[in-house]
């Protein structure tokens, strides 16, 4: 499990998935009655008289599939006592950047580079930078000056730690990767960030 697409210039082969949390619903409910959220009689939690409720900002121009995945997190989040409402956006970049209202967000983000995230999860806050994840997560920034100082495949094990990083702290999850499949009959061919690259094409033997 990593954010760095599989058709990245680097560090395709890290894996992040032992820094993911298993799936728990007992676990998850008994740490929202540790934290003080008490479920209703509808199944939704309070606390202090406030209920347990997070908008799910994504672009409403996505496919069905994604509208679909965000039904599925809704269902999933009123399991543990969640009201999770979702918020489809035409323009969810504005919502963001503006420092619109939100509590999660589904983020269709491309990615060649582990370094390209450091830019997305670091900086000051919208409006006045571009640090719209709002990440605080100092381990995240100490292992990316690490990561930062090191050249190629040397860096990969630094970028892994702060990925790991990242998932442990919740501050961001892969949830879905979008596949795709290519033939060549008589043909060799390279993909670039997942499309054909044409000067790559060469008639085969």
Request: glycine share 10%; hydrophobic share 40%.
């Amino acid at each position: 499990m990593t954010l760095v697409s599989e058709f990245g210039a680097a560090c395709t082969a890290m894996d992040s998935s032992s820094a993911l949390y298993a799936y728990d619903v007992d676990a998850a409910g008994a740490a929202l009655d540790e934290a003080g959220w008490t479920a209703g009689a509808d199944g939704i939690r309070t606390k202090d008289g406030k209920p347990l409720k997070v908008l799910m900002l994504y672009p409403a121009n996505e496919s069905q599939g994604v509208t679909a995945a965000i039904e599925l997190m809704q269902v999933e989040l009123e399991k543990i006592g969640v009201d999770a409402v979702p918020s489809p956006s035409p323009s969810y970049t504005d919502v963001i950047f503006s420092g619109g209202d939100w509590d999660m967000v589904w983020a269709p983000i491309y990615t060649s580079l582990p370094s390209d995230w450091a830019g997305i999860l670091g900086g000051e806050f919208p409006p006045d930078g571009g640090n719209w994840t709002y990440n605080t997560n100092q381990e995240y920034f100490d292992l990316v000056s690490v990561a930062q100082g090191l050249s190629g495949t040397e860096s990969c094990p630094a970028w892994q730690d702060a990925q790991d990083s990242l998932f442990q702290n919740l501050e961001v999850l892969p949830f879905w990767s979008s596949t795709e499949t290519f033939y060549g009959d008589g043909a060799e061919f390279a993909l670039s960030k997942g499309v054909l690259s044409p000067t790559a094409l060469r008639v085969a033997e």
